[in-house]
């Protein structure tokens, strides 16, 4: 059983952001981490604010400038499912795909995929942890098999999307709104690593509502790839989502973005310099896959990871050559 | 234990007035004094329509569609597995797609159409994918089948003929502890001939 809350579900987006700025609110819309979290008391919830009522935050459609609008309601299954965003935005459509189970997709929400929990087991678990308070990570000493090897300092958490590191490939925006008015976020600014704070994930703060993402027009190609203990559904163990203008053999311009290997959908700067105005060959991929996990420093457990996600970029790039 | 206790205070104070006896059908609107009194106690009336069945009754917000479902309308063919959300046991169709019913708030499924497996049946008939898991002995213990059925039915009406990496795909939020899914698969590749 669940403890106790109260349960309010707003008709419009001005009462949503109302009541998400009281005391003790939180936002439900799929549900599926949040229910979790306050199961395994994670956080508490004095009431709940859902937003199933929200019709207008939910579905895709093209944008004036020929992007697409994603509404943050909208569930990973219509994503995965949906004509233009196969079409035009591959790695997008294989990040929602490859999240979670079938049941899961067709609740779970696009904008809830970005907001979500880590998936720590310290964190899930019985330990008052950095992240919920405490004054340790208990994963530095502890069983770190399924931590970050880039991007870890005082927590070691690894960003748990497989959607996010698709839409930084991809560029995308999301629109943060408040009751004071809403501003437009390149997601490259929205994730919020640890030497940041070991608090929260995002930059949404108590009352911000994600209602939106948007994606500029499409441009070359896209894809993304995820490595996983259980074949039938787990988070990745790492993965990368690549998105690349490729032209007549040669890289015009690429963003190489890995998950499960960081707290935030970590950006492989370097790799993606190296492979700007090469042509896309052996040695340039070799290089690439190398350069992807510069600075990485691995834990007691998960130094696989380096070699896993050095595989998986130069896969990856090879499919795109 | 507290919460336990405050619990069962609450089930019977609603049998106390009436409305939450087991599997009863309200139509109408609910009693206006018992609602004023019960909201007090953290209680709200939601609305759900399961099997084509209207049902009006008084939940605690924290209750899942899973607990009203067994609990409250003694719907007990959606069986309580994980309890969060990796199992599947507790499958069942909302609006016709397959979710984990032990991740769904009551109060989340007013308005949808909610099936179980209980709804599958025509009479005392099977319906087809009931029938292809029979056929092709698609369970040992038993204990995952009714979620099983139901992550099949709602593959099924999305894709009516689907291939054997879809069915793969398709099942992938179901466990089956007792190893049965070379069967389960084939019991779905059935259920889509015999839904021809």
Same mark, same amino acid.
């Given at each position: 059983m669940l403890p106790t809350f109260t349960y309010v579900r707003p008709k419009s987006v001005t009462e949503a952001l109302e009541l998400g700025a009281t005391e003790g609110a939180v936002l439900h819309a799929g549900g599926t981490d949040l229910l979790g979290c306050l199961r395994d008391g994670v956080f508490r919830a004095g009431k709940v604010v859902s937003l199933s009522a929200l019709g207008e935050l939910r579905g895709v459609a093209r944008t004036s400038d020929g992007g697409l609008r994603i509404g943050a309601l909208t569930t990973l299954s219509e994503i995965a499912e949906h004509a233009t965003v196969r079409g035009q935005y591959l790695a997008l459509a294989q990040g929602a795909a490859a999240a979670a189970s079938p049941q899961l997709r067709n609740q779970g929400t696009i904008g809830g995929n970005l907001c979500q929990r880590p998936r720590c087991w310290y964190f899930r678990g019985d330990f008052h942890c950095l992240r919920k308070g405490g004054d340790r990570c208990y994963a530095v000493n502890g069983d770190n098999r399924y931590h970050c090897i880039l991007g870890g300092t005082a927590c070691y958490i690894v960003h748990p999307s497989d959607t996010a590191p698709a839409l930084v490939a991809l560029g995308a925006q999301v629109r943060v709104a408040s009751r004071s008015g809403s501003r437009l976020v390149p997601i490259d600014e929205f994730f919020v690593p640890p030497a940041r704070s070991v608090q929260r994930e995002n930059v949404l703060r108590p009352g911000d509502l994600l209602t939106e993402i948007l994606l500029p027009p499409a441009s070359g190609r896209?894809?993304?790839?995820?490595?996983? $203990?259980?074949?039938?559904?787990d988070f990745a163990l790492a993965g990368v989502a690549v998105a690349a203008t490729v032209t007549e053999g040669r890289v015009e311009q690429a963003r190489v973005v890995l998950s499960g290997v960081a707290p935030i959908p970590w950006r492989a700067a370097e790799a993606e310099a190296l492979l700007t105005g090469r042509q896309l060959d052996a040695d340039t991929i070799g290089? $690439?896959?190398? $350069?992807?996990?510069?600075? $990485?420093q691995p834990l007691a457990h998960n130094g696989y990871k380096i070699h896993l996600v050095r595989g998986l970029v130069a896969e990856t790039l090879e499919a795109l050559a | 234990m507290t919460d336990d206790r405050k619990y069962l205070s609450r089930r019977a104070f609603l049998e106390s007035v009436g409305v939450g006896a087991a599997g009863a059908t309200l139509a109408g609107v609910a009693p206006r004094a018992a609602t004023a009194a019960v909201q007090e106690e953290g209680l709200t009336w939601v609305a759900l329509r399961?099997?084509?069945?209207?049902? +009006?009754?008084?939940?605690?917000?924290?209750?899942?569609?899973? =607990?009203?479902? !067994?609990?409250? /309308?003694?719907?007990?063919?959606?069986?309580?597995?994980?309890?969060?959300?990796?199992? *599947?046991?507790?499958?069942? /169709?909302? =609006?016709g797609t397959p979710r984990y019913a032990c991740l769904v708030l009551a109060v989340e499924a007013e308005g949808r159409e909610v099936t179980t497996v209980e709804g599958l049946m025509r009479g005392e008939e099977m319906g087809t994918v009931q029938t292809a898991f029979v056929e092709e002995d698609?369970? +040992?213990?038993?204990?995952?089948?009714? *979620? +099983?059925?139901?992550?099949?039915?709602?593959?099924? !009406?999305?894709?009516?003929?689907?291939?054997?990496?879809?069915?793969?795909?398709?099942?992938?939020?179901?466990?089956?502890?007792?190893?049965?899914?070379?069967?389960?698969?084939?019991?779905? !590749?059935?259920?889509?001939?015999?839904? *021809?």
């Open positions: 896209s894809v993304y790839r995820k490595v996983r $203990a259980r074949g039938s559904w290089r $690439a896959a190398e $350069a992807s996990v510069a600075g $990485a | 399961v099997n084509g069945r209207s049902h +009006q009754l008084l939940v605690e917000p924290r209750w899942t569609l899973l =607990d009203v479902l !067994r609990e409250r /309308l003694e719907l007990t063919g959606t069986k309580l597995g994980c309890g969060r959300g990796e199992c *599947g046991a507790c499958t069942v /169709l909302v =609006d698609a369970f +040992q213990c038993g204990y995952c089948t009714p *979620g +099983q059925v139901m992550a099949a039915e709602g593959l099924l !009406r999305r894709l009516p003929h689907p291939g054997p990496e879809a069915i793969r795909e398709g099942m992938s939020g179901n466990l089956c502890r007792c190893g049965a899914y070379k069967h389960i698969f084939e019991a779905v !590749r059935r259920a889509a001939e015999l839904r *021809g």
